[in-house]
């Protein structure tokens, strides 16, 4: 399985940008999709995931309100609108798929939030 993530750049503070990933490859029984972000200096954590059949979603505290996780299963995409963007919000953003067979991860693409 391979996981392609796009759409990141800089933005300033209360921005907003969109993020995409593109899953191919061997994909079976796809349970989520979602994404992670690691801040400088520290360590990868939870953004938000999707559950593929139903449609469920999940956010972490911070994100919130701002920040919309949705999926096309037609395309095995997953997207991650993110609006009201702040310096906080900056870091590598990491888009992961969990199937049947265990979690695969994108090698991530970099969110910049700063004037």
């Known amino acids: 399985v391979q996981l392609v993530e796009s759409g990141g750049g800089l933005v300033q503070p209360g921005g907003s940008l969109r993020l995409s990933c593109a899953a191919s490859?061997?994909?079976?029984?796809?349970?989520?999709m979602g994404w992670y972000r690691q801040a400088p200096g520290k360590e990868r954590e939870f953004v938000a995931h999707?559950?593929?059949?139903?449609?469920?979603?999940w956010y972490s505290e911070s994100v919130k309100g701002r920040f919309t996780v949705s999926r096309d299963n037609a395309k095995n995409t997953v997207e991650l609108q993110m609006s009201s963007l702040n310096p906080e919000d900056t870091g590598v953003y990491y888009c992961?798929?969990?199937?049947?067979?265990?979690?695969?991860w994108g090698k991530g693409t970099l969110v910049t939030v700063s004037s």
């Open positions: 992961k798929l969990r199937q049947i067979d265990g979690d695969y």
């Open positions: 490859g061997s994909i079976s029984r796809l349970i989520y």
């Open positions: 999707i559950d593929w059949n139903i449609g469920n979603t």
